[in-house]
């Protein structure tokens, strides 16, 4: 479904992504994990060209994203993005972000976009908020209705960066579960995390970076409980 | 004398104001999204518009349109009586709205240009429906005050308002003054000015705070 190679990236000087090769496969899910400043972000970002690679290529669904002349709105409809700091639209009520793109993009008349809009609502467990504004939410309710407002789009993959970073601890288990119960019905998912526990449970693979590369990846239980690399083992020793 | 200082006078500012603001906050947005523009020959003819609208005195903006290209080109702007004093004020206005715009638009996160095209908005639809909305909310105190300095600008169309009916407060009370060696016509119109921005300054003050407060 997504198959990375050779990517790099560079912010001046300083090569954030130093040659990165990665496969995800259709209805997968990968966690990705590491210190801040490996670079997990940035490839994340880089998937659906909101930072521009510097050298590589990324095929998403058949579509090569990096390729020449790419309709990248368009690409960008196949993959769902979930921000760290969530980023809903503060002048729209929850349901009036979800519908924004629908009738934007997509262009859905307005009822058919607010009935799919309660719909992918209803799907994180947010139909009671539907008019509520951001500002009247919790992060958490946030975060579960930025879900929502990418889900709609009916996306092929799924990309979360630190989705649940920002939360405070009481919080971040609502949002895992939306996306434990998204996983289990077999949506693709590349998700950036400092959640061992979610990685664990719910990844297929986990992958570990470094320093802009891929140190090691495999089951989450060979690389969480008996990591064979040393910078692995002692970046774990850190969190766990 | 005073219903005609209301009439005409009051009358022609408040036309004045109304246009050049319109006309300001068109060339000040057009301006302000070619500044942020990827693109190098969209971003270097704003920025030299906004340095030299800005470093020129207004006056002499003023002036340059409204005598100095009818005396070099021949041409006449039509509606004399309106069109090339609201042509200047709205260069120059929107010189400086356009800083103004443009501040607004940084103000907004980054965060929420970057969820709309995630989900795949094109620019142009992210910028109309998520950026500028937000923007414009913090741009309403800045955008107040630089109204009440347009109002006021609106007396240096004095030097252009000889045509019949089209003197503004300043032009009509100068006049007055003059005809009859009375000087009660210049406190009068200095009234009217006031009436009309001493609220508008109060209304800066406290959209100021609410701005502040809501961050």
Known sequence: MISITGLRKSFGDHEVLRGIDLEVAAREVVCVIGPSGS??????????????????????????????????????????MVFQQFNLFPHKTALGNVTLALRTVLGMDSGAADA??????????????????????????????????ALAMEPKVMLFDEATSALDPELVGEVLGVMRKLAEQGMTMVVVTHEMGFAREVADRVVFMDDGLVVEQGPPAALLGSPREARTRSFLAKVL | MLPELITEGAKNTLVFTFFSFLGGLAIGLLVALMRLSRRRSLRWPAAVFTDLLRGLPALLTIIFIGFGIPIATGWQFPFPKYFPGCLALSLVAGAYMAETIRAGIEGVPRGQMEAARSLGMPYPVAMRRVVLPQAFRLMVPPLTNELVLLFKDTSLLAVLGTLAGGKEITKFARDFANARSNSSALVAG??????????????????????????
């Open chain 1, 39 to 80: 670079g997990k972000s940035t490839l994340l970002r880089c998937i659906n060209r909101l930072e521009e690679p510097t050298a590589g290529r990324v095929v998403v669904d058949g579509v090569e994203v990096t390729g020449p002349g790419v309709d990248l709105d368009k690409v960008r409809t196949s993959m769902g």
């Open chain 1, 116 to 149: 799919r809009g309660r719909q992918m609502l209803e799907v994180v467990g947010m139909a009671g908020k539907a008019d509520a504004y951001p500002a009247r939410l919790s992060g958490g309710q946030q975060q579960r209705v930025a879900i929502a407002r």
């Open chain 2, 190 to 215: 200095g009234i009217a000015y006031l009436v009309i921005t001493l609220p508008l300054i109060r209304l800066v003050a406290q959209l100021e705070s609410r701005t502040r407060g809501a961050r």
